[in-house]
């Protein structure tokens, strides 16, 4: 809400300017910022319009003498339609400078000299939607006489100087001007002055004309009419339109205009009805039934048996709290009129603004709360104004829908607990001083604190409201800083991030990039690579069909970064993530969350440079790296690779499951190659680690050993064999029976082709033996050998080369 | 000729085509031809005889320093020759260093990450225990036990990811407050955490919007804590991330789970705080929000608000991320360009 320094200074002196204002109640309240309307504007004068004539060469143009306050009037051609001679208007003279840059200069429209430039409001500064409705396809003209040649600025409020607060929802007694003078006089020691609202006594009558009945009087605890006879309905004076439309609200009547005067006054929305148009000289506020209709100006808004309304026999006046229908709505020849303060429960407001896309500054009032101890005197407040502007004959007394008395709110404290949350030592008088500025009242009894809230500070209720209220008025800059001094903690990780903080250095240690991707997944995407096979988890109003479900497995993202950087031409990619997959058990509405480590690569390992040729990423190059990050587990684990052709997305005859003591901890291959093309992305090899699941397996216990002394003895083995049988089968064969003394045994070559039988590939391992204890002879090497050469011609019907 | 000129006339000979020699060869040769048994100094020591007794010695002496001066000859000349070879080998090596290099890589941590790890150094240099939470989150603590009942305007704030009536995607890493404080044994000690993540609202994606993003929610609940060590920890991390001149201020805000609750602005590390675009022209640039934990969230975790306080912050690694290397769209972190990506390699 902008807070006009002109409209304050009624109630607290203002002596700084609206920057220093805005920054100082920015520090030590509620976000400001500085505003200072119609900077730009120079040269804007009143103008008597002293003749008007026809412009003899155009239909519309019009030639009319001005008086400007100078020793001769001036001539000044005007297209609007609405010029006449004898108003007084605004007169942009010869220099002037109107908004965006705009600079009026003497010169001769159709021949015709013209001085300057008579104006409409929003030629000068006022938004045309906030301007009354009759000036807006012309020129604006006073109501009253003005001295011609004065400056029209303070007149219209062109150059208003005001501090706009940004409020928190907790503090919407600032969304009233006496509740921000109240706020901003405490930031600067200054207690405001209202002048209390009369109405006058000969005109108050018994009326009882008009009946009410509040039936949901749970959600309406105040609900007070006035009702006001044989006024006349006109326009408002200046000085209210002017703080209206700088308020942002159009002008539209005297009596709408005092309503909504109030509003901006104490926070605290009026409405207004035309007693006449009503069927039922009663108001009923209750809950609409399905179906039902509010008539508004442009379209018809169909209410819910949620909506709370008010009602006049058939006919719905308005939703409470929000917005009045057209039907009872004060116009230029209403007489009788109803004038009413209510208080509307926030939560049923918000829900049926937010329903039918109501919002405004009334529902925006009730919903964050109004001050409920002023909502008799912001009615008197209304019903003077309209009196004193549109003479009323007769006035009512209050008509009571409800009441609620307002109950001021009692806070008790201490003293020393205060400074003790505050991490100050403030006396007791420094900490009364900064509660009495607020306006609160405080009984001291020792450490004890009683302090009395006025009602206009609903937001206060607890202890903890007076820390906030005396460490901001005090100053959060004179606080000391310091760290909680208490007993000393060890911090760190949790065991399963540093395990998989350990996991990702290994991943960065190969060269891979880290990525971070979004959670949420097309259905597609998680279509693609359900490789656990569980149930999907549904955003229940997702924003768009990308991001509808919760991803089950990392791959589909990182296929999204290839792609993405392959179009850019960053072709050789090395890429991993860890993060969260979701996967929802059978019947179960809440899914696990899983950690997993997933990567890819694409295009070259090494690429083409002066003295290298480039290497192609393959199956094997990323299992290297796979195998690396498994060694860091650290796991008493046996992993294995098993070909699978059971991932409808992933290459049949190039792809793996990786097992951990049987168990499927993740997947390694190849995209397929449909799936490559659809996504727009080179040959891609990709993996995934239960980061959570290896976690879980038994650390391997290192005992030491020294490094062997005795050397070892090696011996190579070439075979031939079916294509069918895995490197895996003969390795695992050659340990069964190499003995005790066999220590490793690696496969150097693996040959298909050319020299060799079909369906037959060549295999070529390096066998080492090593007797730590001792010397090896080359008898009990030759055993052992043998025994595996044997074996392997014997299973697997090998031939030794 | 006498013996004694001989061997003189010989050392002569003998230096002089060491001298002269130019492979490393022919002074191999030379040493063997001159110095060795068959060479022509033993051969005129067998006219020794022919010498009278008492001259022998003389003579012996004679001939030994003969063959060390010749032996010296040679080896000098030696020395120089393996010189003159090895400045040769050095000179044909010689490569262009200015070629480049046969790559060697490290992969480069992501930089929302590498920001996040630097933050949670920090406080785990401060005692306090890294926590993630649960990124599906259940109404109940990341609204009902933060202060945010079901008709709260605060939820207005932050649209939310409904999974069903009870289950949503956290939109915020506070959701993590009431659990750790129901788990924390305070007869062992004060609760010190800090709980990273990814959160989640319903917002469009643009430059500055992400309908996910991560944030650090921070938490210390002990019988002691102020406004003023909420000042000195905040403080002390702006510095370690912003540099050792920055301050900080507060200004008052709401939160729903904080009271009092501030904004906390950090002095502009472009300008020192002159003013400038960064800043907005103020001096200052908003980081993160805080507060003491609110009475209601200490005793819906059974904890009694007489006997402790509680400090809580929240911050976004995005935001800070974006201050410090002026990255301008916040989309640039989850499109995973290699370009962006590896720009940072060890900034933190
Ligand atoms: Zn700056």
Known sequence: ?801 | MSLDDKLKSLRENGIDEAKRAQRLQELNDLRVNLLGKKGPITKALRGMKDVPAEQRPEIGTLANNVKKDIQQAIEEKMTELNEKLVAHQLEEEKIDVTLPAAKQIQGTKHILNQTIEDIEQFFIGLGYEVAPGYEVEEDHYNFERLNIPKDHPARDMQDTFYLSDELLMRTQTSAQEGRDMEAHDFTKGPLKMISPGVVYRRDDDDATHSHQFHQIEGLVVDKNISMADLKGTLEALCRHVFGAQREIRFRPSYFPFTEPSVEVDVSCFNCDGKGCRICKYTGWIEVLGAGLTHPNVLKMSGIDPNEYSGMAFGLGPERFAMLKYGINDIRDFYLNDVRFLEQFKGVN
Not at chain 1, 356 to 364: E, G, I, M, V
Not at chain 1, 470 to 475: A, K, M, Q, S
Not at chain 1, 757 to 783: I, M
């Open chain 1, 1 to 801: 809400m902008k807070i006009s320094v002109n409209w304050l200074k009624e109630y607290i002196p203002v002596t700084h300017t609206v920057e220093e204002m805005a920054n100082k109640i920015s520090l030590t309240g509620i976000e400001s910022s500085p505003v200072e309307l119609g900077t730009e504007l120079t040269g804007l004068v009143v103008g008597h319009v002293t003749s008007v004539k026809p412009h003899p060469d155009s239909d519309h143009l019009k030639v009319c003498m001005v008086d400007i306050g100078e020793d001769e009037d001036v001539q000044i051609v005007c297209g609007a339609p609405n010029v006449a001679a004898d108003q007084y208007v605004i007169v942009a003279t010869h220099g002037a400078h109107l908004p965006d840059g705009v600079r009026i200069k003497r010169g001769k429209l159709r021949g015709q000299e013209s001085n300057g430039m008579i104006c409409g409001l929003d030629e000068v500064g006022v938004p045309a939607k906030y301007m009354p409705e009759e000036f807006e396809n012309g020129i604006y003209v006073f109501d009253e006489p003005q001295k011609p040649g004065t400056a029209v600025y303070d007149l219209l409020g062109l150059k208003d100087k005001m501090v706009d607060i940004d409020i928190t929802p907790n503090r919407a007694d600032t969304l009233g001007m006496r509740g921000a003078a109240w706020e901003i006089g405490a930031t600067y020691d200054e207690k405001p002055n209202f002048k209390k609202p009369e109405l006058n006594a000969d005109k108050i009558k018994d009326l009882n004309e008009v009946d009410v009945e509040v039936e949901e009087k749970s959600l309406v605890p105040d609900y007070l009419l006035r009702e006001l006879k044989d006024v006349k309905v006109g326009k408002s004076p200046l000085w209210m339109q002017r703080r209206l439309w700088n308020q942002g609200i159009r002008p539209v009547n005297s009596v709408i205009d005092a309503a909504n005067y109030v509003m901006i006054e104490y926070g605290q929305p009026i409405q207004a009805y035309d007693l006449d148009k009503l069927v039922e000289k009663k108001l009923v506020i209750k809950k609409a039934q399905d179906g039902d209709k509010l008539k508004l100006a442009d379209e018809d808004k169909v209410l819910n048996h949620n909506d709370l309304i008010i009602a006049s026999g058939e006919d719905i006046l308005g939703v409470a709290g929000i917005v009045n229908g057209t039907v009872a709505q004060v116009d230029e020849n209403s007489k009788n009129i109803l004038l009413e303060a209510g208080v509307f429960d926030g939560a049923s407001v918000r829900k049926t603004a937010q329903r039918h896309d109501l919002r405004d500054d009334a529902s925006n009032r009730f919903e964050k709360g109004v001050d409920n101890g002023i909502v008799s005197e912001a009615l008197v407040r209304a019903t003077q104004l309209v009196d004193e502007i549109s003479g009323a004959k007769e006035i009512s007394k209050e008509i009571v829908g409800n009441y609620t008395e307002a109950k001021p709110t009692v806070i008790e404290g201490s003293v020393s607990h205060i400074n003790h949350l505050m991490g100050l030592e403030l006396s007791t008088d420094e900490m009364v001083g900064i509660l009495d500025r607020l306006g609160f009242s405080v009984k001291v009894d020792g450490d004890k604190i009683t302090v009395t809230i006025p009602t206009r500070r609903w937001d206060m209720a607890i202890e903890a409201d007076l820390v906030e209220e005396v460490n901001r008025i005090y100053g959060y800059e004179n606080l000391p800083n310091t760290l909680p001094a208490g007993m000393e903690t060890r911090g760190g990780y949790s065991q399963k991030r540093e395990f998989s903080n350990k996991l990702r250095d290994v991943l960065l240690g190969e060269g891979m990039d880290e990525v971070i991707n979004f959670s949420l997944l097309s259905k597609k995407e998680v279509d693609d690579f359900n490789t656990l096979n569980t149930e999907y988890t549904k955003l229940l109003h997702p924003m768009t069909e990308d991001h509808e479900y919760l991803r089950n497995s990392l791959i589909p993202g990182l296929v999204r970064n290839i792609a993405y950087n392959q179009a850019r031409n960053n072709n050789d990619l090395s890429i991993f993530e860890q993060a969260r997959i979701f996967a929802r058990p059978k019947g179960q509405t809440r899914p696990n969350e899983i950690e997993y480590l997933s990567g890819a690569i694409s295009g070259n390992v090494i690429s083409d440079s002066w003295n290298t040729k480039s290497q192609k990423i393959d199956f094997y190059y990323l299992k290297g790296i796979v195998d690396e990050v498994l060694s860091f587990t650290n796991a008493d684990a046996k992993f294995e690779y098993e070909a699978t052709a059971d991932y409808a997305n992933m290459h049949p005859g190039q792809t793996a499951k990786i097992l951990a003591n049987g168990q499927v901890v993740g997947l390694i291959g190849k995209l397929h190659p449909k799936y490559q093309k659809d996504h727009n992305v080179d040959e891609t090899f990709v993996f995934e680690l239960n980061i959570d699941a290896l976690f879980e397996l038994n650390e391997k216990s290192i005992k030491s050993q020294s490094a062997p002394k005795y050397p070892s003895v090696s011996r190579d083995l070439a075979i031939l064999v079916k294509s069918d049988v895995e490197n895996a089968q003969i390795i695992s064969d050659i340990y069964e029976n190499g003995g005790k003394y066999l220590n490793n045994v690696t496969i150097f070559d693996v040959y298909e082709g050319k020299n060799i039988k079909t369906n037959y590939k060549s295999l070529a391992y390096h066998l080492e033996f090593l007797n730590p204890n001792d010397t090896l002879t080359d008898e009990e090497v030759e055993k052992a050998f043998s025994l595996v050469k044997d074996s392997l011609v014997e299973k697997f019907n090998v031939e030794i080369r």
